[in-house]
């Protein structure tokens, strides 16, 4: 959901073939800042293989830790998050499966207890006894339902472009598909009923709601461009479906909507004014979760840490110097 919730079956599988050349090569580069702070990478261990993580930045602030969107996407678009690190450590993991982590043949580790178990075990193996926590999209489902295992030593939560409810993700979404051209409407609704979802005609339709919802900047950038290019559209198929509003896979029936209020550290929820976490949808979210504070991006859609960059990052570091 987010991107990233760009996920789509053979659209997606598409992509990665165009770009698998482009990303052996820029994924050199990848980790790489144009700023002189200091960073590490490396791999850990976790149930199922190994993840990739990027720590941009070093000091005695309490480091934020950031959950990626997809399912199945990869860091790489989340790139502008790493000027936080003026502040305090920003680490970066690409979940299992996709980006610079293993990609283990095995359906039954693309579940969301076990990403929850991935990152308590990152935490554990990179010795984050203190952190803030901020998830993307589907990041926001992984740091919620992490968050109800009650984890010490999270001294803040941001929920960017959540989704916490795939009902209110597929009614938001409709609403937002009505808003397209008649043509496209009737395409999405007539594969989906055919159960053509992997068709040209459809993935042509969905790239439309994606430049109107998830990124509004043409061209795209070239950091999401990389998250498509090292995906895993089989995760995104299993865990959510064939495009960011037709979930058929284990998520459809997601909603953590009334445990919000379990959560009792700091939380700021954002979104973007046309983003498919709709502003609607992330203040009902910020409702249920007393005490949290919301902000909306006027100038966004998906992928706010790109379209109004600057804001958004005074954002994040004013709330996280809060605590």
Known sequence: MTVVRTRGGSWVKRVLVTWFTVFVVLSLTACSTSSSLPERQGFVEVTGGRVWYRIVGSGSATPVVVLHGGPGAASDYLKPLEKLATDRPVIFYDQLGCGRSDRPNDRSLWRIERFVEELAQVRAELKLKEIHLYGHSWGTMLAVDYMLTNPSGVKSLTL????????????????????????????????????????????AAVTEYLKRHLCRL??????????LAASNAEIYNKMWGPSEFHPTGDLKKYDRVDRLREITVPTLFTAGRYDEATPGATTWYSSNLPGSTVRIFEK???????????????TLREFMRQF
């Open 218 to 227: 043409d061209p795209w950038p070239e950091e999401l461009t990389r998250s």
């Open 160 to 203: 960017a472009s959540p989704c916490l409810s795939a009902k209110r993700w597929v009614e938001d979404a409709n609403g937002l598909i009505a808003q397209l051209p008649p043509d496209i409407q009737k395409l999405i609704r007539r594969h989906e009923k055919a159960g053509t979802t992997d068709s040209k005609e459809y993935e």
């Open 300 to 314: 966004s859609s998906h992928l706010a840490m790109f379209e109004e960059q600057e804001e958004y990052l005074k």
